[in-house]
């Protein structure tokens, strides 16, 4: 039973490009989850996600960050112009969904670095 | 404002002794709690997790305590073994919300 998956694990920018994260959450999952881990720092929520909607986007930025998880595929977090403090660790996480303490499941995460 | 933290960024415990890792949370409203242990290039793993209905909540080597007068929680861990060496999360659930709020981390380095 394969776990979450992210891809690309490692990802390479120059200032102004764009960057797309991926993320597949685990069989039977219909929640994803993005957050955000700077270097020796705790994981900061940027959205919530189920199938085709958005359900809470508090954490990510007002401009050039958008996500989405539509009915087939895996959900996208994408961040256009990159700019050098977007280097950082994306992580997803994916749960069941129909309960608030649904365990939320990790993925390996995309390491994005702007240059 | 509000927020999870951890009372030490670092640990070092020798192999085969227990290990205590604290946070403390200043949210009231806070009703569950996780931790998530986290490995050098790698994502959080859940480890265990406490409704704020528990007071104690064990598992296979590790034993989570909730304080709720002092909004303080901590993980226990026994018998320490090299491969629990990583970094620990603490991370809180408030009610009516989905998102998780992580605190910045221990390290714990455990001592052959």
């Known amino acids: 039973n394969a776990g979450v998956m992210q891809n690309p694990r490692h990802l390479v920018r120059r200032r102004g490009q764009e960057a797309r994260l991926r993320c597949s959450p685990m069989?039977?999952?219909?929640?994803v989850y993005w957050y955000r881990q700077l270097p020796e720092e705790g994981l900061k929520f940027m959205v919530y996600l189920q199938k085709e909607n958005i359900i809470d986007e508090s954490g990510m930025p007002k401009e050039r960050f958008s996500a989405e998880f539509p009915k087939e595929g895996p959900s996208i977090l994408r961040i256009q112009q990159v700019v050098r403090g977007d280097s950082a660790a994306y992580f997803c996480?994916?749960?069941?969904?129909?309960?608030?303490?649904?365990?939320?499941?990790f993925g390996p995460g995309t390491r994005l670095t702007v240059l | 404002g509000e927020s999870v933290g951890l009372h030490l960024p670092t640990l070092s415990v020798q192999e085969g002794d227990n290990s205590i890792i604290n946070c403390a949370y200043s949210?009231?409203?806070?009703?569950?709690f996780i931790w998530y242990k986290q490995e050098s290039g790698k994502g959080p793993q859940f480890i265990i997790d406490?409704?704020?209905?528990?007071d104690k909540r064990q598992g296979q080597r590790v034993t989570v305590l909730l304080n709720k007068t002092v909004k303080h929680l901590s993980l226990q861990i026994a018998a320490t073994q090299p491969g629990d060496s990583a970094v620990y999360f603490c991370?809180?659930?408030?009610?009516?919300?989905?998102?998780?709020?992580f605190g910045t981390g221990t390290r714990l380095t455990i001592i052959p």
């Open positions: 949210n009231s409203a806070s009703d569950y």
């Open positions: 991370a809180e659930n408030i009610f009516g919300n989905e998102k998780l709020t």
């Open positions: 996480a994916s749960s069941p969904g129909g309960a608030r303490t649904d365990t939320q499941y």
């Open positions: 406490i409704r704020s209905n528990m």
């Open positions: 069989k039977g999952h219909s929640h």
